[in-house]
């Protein structure tokens, strides 16, 4: 590790995750790189959540915990943000497991690289699987440095890595500007890409080093009219602001937005109560399809349901379910 090593903040937003906090806490004191401070945001908890969080702060200092009335996970992100002390920051779910190096890997990245934000790659972990698989820890490390334009493009076209704000270190200062949309269970979709915008060099380190639980009741699986409206609402809002910012990433923005919208659709095939407006959804498949079927560097998967598209709604969703 460098001789000099600066404050991390970990921000962990937790809400009922009795369950599941212990795991990622232990995660957290086993890393290797100890110059953390680790901000456990309790977003009104009515489980033993915070009771199993105030042992771990009685057990190592560098654990704070902060509570709210429950306002969800942007408000607690938002929070930690403005609490946290560190140089850089972690944001981290409360139910996911870090690799012991996590913290270390990250931050060795963006200073080597004199970068903004680090990325590393992760694996998901189904629930009852207690350990990931530990030889994909130790899988061959490739490193991909960007500027910010050619990460938004790389985010856009859903290569090495996704929206979501874990796996990432981030300056400090970055979330001067940005903030997670309040109130949006969508609010990575949101941020993101207003994160890497702000940034002017970005690297990416394929090794795994979160692994991120996959269960039933996570805001993730949740499908609802309101998941799926702010969904929709943040990736449209992406698109207009890559337009204004960006124009020559329009054409992957629209990729992005595209896929957005296959994701709801597919919610919408396979759930009763996913109620988001369907023609609404028609309409801008059929305003996206054509620039996505036509970009050579568009996912397969999106080209191919841009032409599926054309022979109706129907199909398209047959199409989802057969790739399910």
């Not at 790659?121 to 050619?150: A, H, R, S, W």
């Not at 970005?202 to 639980?213: A, D, H, N, P, T």
Request: proline share 2%; charged share 25%; net charge positive.
């Amino acid at each position: 590790m460098e001789a000099k090593e600066e404050l991390i903040s970990i921000i962990i937003p937790v809400y009922n995750l009795a369950d599941y906090i212990r795991d990622c806490l232990e995660s957290v004191l086993q890393q290797t790189y100890k110059k953390v401070e680790i901000l456990v945001i309790d977003d009104g908890s009515t489980d033993d959540t915070l009771v199993i969080c105030r042992e771990y702060e009685r057990r190592d200092s560098r654990i704070r915990i902060i509570c709210r009335e429950h306002e969800g996970l942007s408000a607690s992100r938002n929070a930690g943000n403005k609490e946290a002390k560190g140089e850089y920051i972690a944001h981290i779910d409360g139910d996911d497991i870090l690799a012991p190096t996590y913290i270390a890997y990250l931050y060795q990245l963006i200073v080597k690289y004199d970068a903004d934000i680090s990325m590393c790659n992760y694996i998901p972990v189904f629930e009852g699987q207690k350990l990931p698989p530990k030889k994909t820890v130790n899988c061959k490390d490739k490193i991909k440095v960007m500027t910010k334009e050619q990460a938004l493009e790389t985010l856009f076209y859903q290569k090495y890595f996704i929206t979501a704000t874990w796996a990432k270190l981030f300056k400090r200062e970055l979330f001067l500007n940005v903030v997670f949309p309040y109130g949006k269970l969508a609010q990575d979709m949101g941020s993101t890409y207003k994160l890497i915008h702000c940034s002017e060099k970005v690297v990416y380190g394929s090794k795994i080093q979160y692994y991120y639980l996959q269960r039933a009741g996570s805001i993730i699986h949740a499908l609802s009219f309101q998941k799926g409206k702010d969904y929709i609402e943040q990736s449209e809002d992406m698109v207009k602001f890559i337009e204004k910012k960006y124009p020559h990433l329009a054409k992957a923005a629209y990729c992005r937005c595209f896929s957005s919208y296959m994701q709801v659709l597919s919610n919408i095939a396979f759930s009763q109560i996913y109620d988001v407006p369907q023609k609404e959804i028609r309409d801008n498949i059929k305003k996206y399809r054509k620039s996505v079927l036509f970009n050579k560097k568009a996912r397969l998967v999106n080209r191919g349901c841009a032409l599926v598209s054309y022979f109706g709604i129907w199909a398209l969703r047959l199409g989802l379910m057969a790739l399910k």
